[in-house]
DNA sequence: CTGATGATCAGCT
DNA sequence: GCTGATCATCAGT
């Protein structure tokens, strides 16, 4: 896909008034776009988990807890929150109200604008170039937090409603790397099932022909 | 190919 | 100093 000039991003109502699990899954398929100083590179959402907020044991918000570094969860919805792990970057979108810190960790991208441009910024080969949250920044080359607090309507990052894909079937499972109770572990990873692009998938649960989107 | 292990660094205490 | 919403590597199928 060429670089796009006219598109729609989502708006604010996308992000509020219903649960963040729900706005997790209406993510996947959504065409994220990120204007670089190399070009124009971006890509199909296939994974995403929720995190809800004060209550969630394994949020960054858990039990209020509100730094300087976690800030960003707490403004407007659709708002950008990046924060470091480990040594790279992960990107979350912020859901709900002001002073409702839930949000969108975005886990899986599947490359279609500026392919070229996002392998050159990775070195791993296939589909390790963003099968992760650490590996889809590397890929976009975002190495900081400068684009906290923007909001799509103003952000060389957004989320578009136009030319978006439909998930054939939208798959499940605890989130990775976070171990708390039972009650929270379940249901808050999603993911395009079959999707090549989504981390920590074994190569025979891959279908090569349709990458698991709805094809008609 | 798959599962386990060590590396690594920004942010908080 | 310590702690991860992680990644690349390696040894065993």
Known sequence: MAPL????????EFFTNRPTADIAQDLLGKLLIYDSPAGQVGGYIVETEAYLGTEDPGAHAYQGKHGRANDPLYSEAGSIYIYAIRGFYAFDVVTQANNEPQGVLIRGLEPAIGESIMRHNRTRPGFELSNGPGKL????????????????????????QDYAKIPRQVAQSQRIGVRTAAEWTDHYRYFVSGNPYVSKTRKRDIDFATYGWKTN
């Open 5 to 12: 000039q006219n598109y729609h991003v989502l708006a604010d």
């Open 137 to 160: 920044m590397q890929a976009l080359n975002i190495h900081d937090t400068k684009m906290n607090y923007q909001h799509f309507a103003d952000s060389s990052i957004k989320i578009i």
